[in-house]
């Protein structure tokens, strides 16, 4: 029981700094170059991957052994992209906005796992991924007639997080998760340094240590949801996840002045109730494949 309390104490922790981690994001983004704002974020990110896999049983040489390098690579060229991606929507479109679209992601995971992992979604998940959709709909409708463009970054970004979760789901395979970390940050840092130096900007003094609490942010948030994920099932800190949200939500209204409008409210509850609906189920099915009883 005290494991178990534990892991919702490090689960909370990590996601109140993810939010916290987004709005530091959503600031240097609005001054500086995303591309730039993620190279530096992903350094941190690659030295703690590292610093991990270092302290793993067998050390860095057992770590790098990988059975399947190809996706592998394609994993850590695809999450600095959709950092990326995400950063720019949080000075786009805001983070409340950005946040509300990017709950649907396991939703699209749900929806690729039937192509990409040959998995069968029965009618119950079915109809939480159409109430989502729905919820989802709810959020972009156009305020004035004319669909806004600039959505298409959140969504993008769902996507690609989603896609990046599946290549993550199918090495899982193979390797073991600290190999899969330890390739997501030295993969994504090679990856991000061949593009970001042409968006070098010089930092304002203050906003170095805008940067350095980014880094500290990035790094602590997923030693934190790793621990989390030591102590309990995915089932349980998967709807905490949506407390994020909520603090982007509180964020962008109080701090960045955005605004809320009903059917953002509304589509985001759907979405919400859908995504924890689809994990419970998931986490149903693949207990029952496996010959457990329900939890």
């Known amino acids: 029981m005290k494991s178990r309390a534990n892991g919702y104490v490090f689960a909370l922790a990590a996601i109140v700094i993810f939010a916290i ?8 983004g609005t001054l500086y170059p995303p591309v730039f704002v993620s190279m530096i974020r992903y350094w941190a990110f690659a030295a703690f991957a590292v610093a991990l ?25 695809l999450l600095p992209a959709q950092i990326v991606v995400v950063i720019t929507a949080f000075t786009v479109v805001g983070l409340a906005h950005s946040q509300a679209i990017l709950a ?5 995971v749900a929806l690729l796992s039937m192509p990409l992992l ?5 009618w119950r998940r079915w109809a939480a991924i159409s109430a989502g959709l729905v919820g989802v709909l709810l ?10 463009t600039s959505f298409l ?5 769902a996507l690609m997080f ?5 290549t993550t789901r199918l090495v899982s395979r193979a390797d073991s998760a600290m190999t899969s970390f330890f390739y997501t940050g030295m993969i994504g840092a090679v990856a991000i340094s061949l593009v970001g130096p042409f968006f070098w900007t010089a930092l304002a003094p203050t906003d170095w240590v805008w940067m350095l609490l980014l880094c500290i942010t990035g790094t602590s948030s997923h030693y934190f949801l790793i621990r989390a994920y030591d102590m309990l099932d995915a089932v349980a800190v998967q709807p905490l996840t949506y407390l994020q949200l909520v603090f982007a939500s509180i964020m962008g209204v109080t701090i960045f002045g955005e605004t809320l409008t009903t ?12 995504g924890i609906f689809t994990v419970w189920r998931e986490h149903v099915v693949a207990r029952r494949k496996a010959g457990l009883p329900p939890q």
């Open 118 to 122: 040959g998995e069968r979604v029965g």
């Open 162 to 166: 989603a896609i990046y979760i599946i």
């Open 263 to 274: 059917n953002m409210i509304l589509g985001s509850i759907l979405v919400v109730a859908a």
């Open 53 to 77: 896999a270092a302290r793993a049983q067998g050390g860095l040489k057992a770590t790098i052994v990988t059975k399947k390098p190809a996706l592998q690579v394609l994993r850590g060229v």
């Open 104 to 108: 649907a992601t396991p939703l699209f």
């Open 153 to 157: 970054l959140p969504l993008s970004a």
């Open 139 to 148: 959020i972009l409708k156009p305020q004035r007639g004319t669909f806004d």
């Open 21 to 28: 981690q987004d709005g530091i994001s959503k600031h240097l």
